[in-house]
């Protein structure tokens, strides 16, 4: 394989990694969120059952995972201006991963179809992916809120639309921090998964 294939098999790996993190971080978010709110009773705080908020999540993530969805309206849950720019831009997001999920998806099957193992990641880098969230783990792990705050920063640099008044978006009270925290671990652990099994490859 020369060095051109070499550069674009390291680069698919790591986007499918990213991806698929992403996208079962998305799925696994509706379970997390329905253990959340009966924990915490978040749903008490909205003055709703667990049905209405579940409701209002599947309403606000269909928004958000489906492109041909262009206005978000949750039936119980009022979203202001503000909230409603900041989820636009996280439909763009969710949209551009989930497609680059599918895309690498495909490109996996056509994989397993070519003699000669032409997708298969080279160890030193599936340990060098491995490893590089580790970096980031003990200020992720200590400090959730700061870390939450950073990633927003780098994400959604030059605006602030992603800080929201419960007063008018009663949605992040349902949005605790544990269930974000909770979505970020669980797409950690996808992607950890995801170059362990590269490593442990033959």
């Known amino acids: 394989m020369n060095k051109q294939n070499s550069i674009l098999t390291i680069i698919y790996h790591f986007v499918f990694a990213i991806t698929s993190s992403v996208v079962g971080a998305i799925v696994a978010s509706w379970p997390l969120l329905l253990v959340f709110i009966v924990v915490q009773k978040t749903n008490k705080t909205v003055k709703l059952t667990i049905g209405q908020v579940m409701h209002n999540y599947n309403q606000l993530m269909w928004y958000l995972v489906w492109p041909f969805k262009h206005v978000l309206h949750m039936r119980d849950l009022p979203t202001s201006p503000m909230a409603a720019q900041h989820f636009a831009a996280v439909k763009k997001l969710f949209i551009l991963a989930i497609v680059a999920f599918l895309c690498c998806l495909a490109i996996y099957?056509?994989?397993r179809r070519q003699k000669g193992n032409v997708l298969k990641l080279n160890k030193v880098w599936?340990?060098?992916?491995?490893?590089?969230?580790?970096?980031?783990l003990p200020f992720a792990v200590t400090n959730f809120d700061s870390f939450f705050v950073l990633f927003h920063h780098v994400l959604f640099a030059g605006s602030n639309t992603w800080l929201f008044d419960p007063a008018t978006d009663p949605i992040i009270n349902v949005l605790t921090e544990g269930f974000f925290a909770s979505c970020f671990a669980v797409g950690g652990i996808i992607y950890e998964l995801y170059f362990a099994e590269k490593l442990l490859q033959r």
């Open 109 to 111: 099957f056509w994989g």
């Open 126 to 136: 599936a340990l060098l992916f491995l490893l590089l969230p580790i970096a980031i």
